[in-house]
T-cell receptor
């Protein structure tokens, strides 16, 4: 059973515009959320995270929003650049269990068109 | 420095071979992880070592045997694998292995079992 879901397998955006990647989760025990970016044949690269006590975290062009009541998070990339083209995974961790077991979504392939 | 290194980058082995995957980090992290990723799927957790002790084993077959000689090194010993074990094997590390702890991934080892 997939506890973290990314319902859009792909997204195409024009360079300079905003990219919005969405993620939904089902387990209310998840308290810590992360976004990773992955290029082919490479490991995931950590982008940004958010704890459940916040609803927004910003780092440069990347902003993550968390709506805990809707069990939904999103990653905004502004402005989008061609180098952002990659697969983006959201991941969630049940903070309070004391074990750092990450549950990943299925990924969204972002293509930024020059 | 958030580097996790993995060797080899590629590995081809027969079903009767014994081989090992290696992972190393020098960030002072005390938790290390093995994940398996099949094509077009998210990474799936296999093992977690926390302070050099195995803390999570996600029902992985015994033909996969992890070893953590010290806090910087993590090995995955492979024996009598099946063709369906072919995948990208990812190593990750995090500071403590608890709660809101960001995992940093290596580039992975692409394993092919013939």
């Amino acid at each position: 059973d997939q506890q973290v879901k990314q319902n859009s397998p792909s997204l195409s955006v024009q360079e300079g515009r905003i990219s919005i990647l969405n993620c939904d989760y089902t387990n209310s025990m998840f308290d810590y959320f992360l976004w990773y970016k992955k290029y082919p044949a490479e490991g995931p690269t950590f982008l940004i995270s958010i704890s459940s006590i916040k609803d927004k975290n910003e780092d440069g062009r990347f902003t993550v929003f968390l709506n805990k009541s809707a069990k939904h998070l999103s990653l905004h990339i502004v402005p989008s650049q061609p180098g952002d083209s990659a697969v983006y995974f959201c991941a969630a961790s049940p903070d309070k269990t004391g074990a750092n077991n990450l549950f990943f979504g299925t990924g969204t392939r972002l293509t930024v068109i020059p | 420095d958030t580097e996790v290194t993995q060797t080899p980058k590629h590995l081809v082995m027969g079903m009767t071979n014994k081989k090992s995957l290696k992972c190393e980090q020098h960030m002072g992290h005390r938790a290390m992880y093995w994940y398996k990723q099949k094509a077009k799927k998210p990474p799936e957790l296999m093992f977690v070592y926390s302070y050099e002790k195995l803390s999570i084993n996600e029902s992985v077959p015994s033909r996969f045997s992890p070893e953590c000689p010290n806090s910087s090194l993590l090995n995955l010993h492979l024996h009598a694998l099946q063709p369906e074990d072919s995948a990208l094997y990812l190593c990750a590390s995090s500071l403590r292995g608890q709660g809101a702890d960001t995992q940093y991934f290596g580039p992975g080892t692409r394993l092919t079992v013939l």
